[in-house]
């Protein structure tokens, strides 16, 4: 377990890292408590990259989202506290909704692909940090992390238009299955990354 004021810089990172994402646009208050959920269930991973006493990177996944609920449902007035300026707007309230229920309509075939429970919910780098190894480090003990936990392969949910990140994930081993459109027609490529046995 990382120390409590970790969470808000990981969140600030994700902001920073992740602009157009849905998530950021919820605040890091709300970020720090969906992180520090994901450090305290037992199915999910957190690793964090420091310099001195700053988190220069972080990445972050495990098997559903059930147990981060969960825990962020045990800190409830928190949880309220920080998502009451949102809760008055509509299109944060359908999009906390999606996020909620993971819904999306898949192109063709995908009912026919099985995939990995574990997922690779986000990997962010400070820009003054990239370019130095930083991510493909915290991908790759990601990777070990889950196998061993016994995963045997993880997805990766990444943005159409997203380039980098596509190179990035191709680069470190993930393979492209399938387009899912989510966010109002917005379509993402779903990668899956096979973990050696």
């Given at each position: 377990m990382l120390e409590a004021r970790r969470y808000r810089e990981i969140a600030a990172?994700?902001?920073?890292?992740i602009k157009d994402g849905f998530l950021s646009s919820l605040g890091v208050d709300v970020l720090a408590l969906i992180y520090r959920a994901i450090d305290e269930a037992d199915e999910c991973v957190l690793i964090v990259e420091m310099d001195e006493d700053c988190v220069i990177g972080f990445v972050a996944g495990g098997a559903g989202m059930r147990p981060i609920y969960k825990r962020m449902l045990a800190r409830f007035p928190q949880l309220v506290k920080a998502l009451a300026p949102e809760l008055l707007k509509p299109k944060k309230l359908r999009g906390l909704a999606e996020i909620l229920t993971r819904r999306g309509s898949q192109d063709e075939g995908a009912a026919d692909t099985n995939l990995p429970d574990a997922e690779?919910?986000?990997?962010?780098?400070?820009?003054?940090?990239?370019?130095?190894?930083?991510?493909?480090?915290?991908?790759?003990?990601f990777a070990r992390?889950?196998?061993?936990?016994?995963?045997?392969?993880?997805?990766?949910?990444?943005?159409?238009?997203?380039?980098?990140?596509?190179s990035f994930y191709r680069r470190m081993g993930a393979v492209p299955k399938l387009t899912a459109t989510f966010h109002k027609g917005a379509k993402s490529v779903l990668y899956v990354h096979r973990l050696p046995r």
């Open positions: 990172l994700h902001v920073e890292g690779l919910f986000s990997i962010v780098v400070a820009s003054a940090n990239r370019g130095q190894g930083v991510a493909d480090r915290l991908y790759v003990e992390q889950l196998a061993k936990r016994g995963f045997d392969a993880f997805k990766i949910m990444v943005g159409e238009d997203l380039q980098t990140a596509h």
